[in-house]
């Protein structure tokens, strides 16, 4: 779950409520400015628009740090590797020789 505010945050919670892990530093390259939206990726790691920082980051949750990010931190563009305000991000599986498997994307 994506906590829409700045420093933002994002969580796991359980079926009850309970929130398992959160992640959300306060200052520096890791803090978040209005994260809009999260997805568990299949190892593990979780996937963040971090819309206000014009990034798009993945979070180890092990280690609480971002370990990869597409998009410059606090600047907005629309050339290569540059992000305006991202607003929706897919995963693409790769296929058995590597390159993206589009057509196993799903869209819930």
Known sequence: MADYASPGHVLIIDNAGRVLWRYGPAQGY???DHPSLAMALPNGNVA????????VVVIDPRINRIVWQYGHTD????ALGYLNIPD??????????????YAAVVHP
């Open 30 to 32: 890791g803090r978040l």
């Open 48 to 55: 963040v628009n971090d819309d206000y920082r014009d990034r």
């Open 75 to 78: 600047q907005a563009g629309s």
């Open 88 to 101: 929706g991000m897919d995963f693409v599986p790769a296929a058995a020789d590597g390159s993206p498997d």
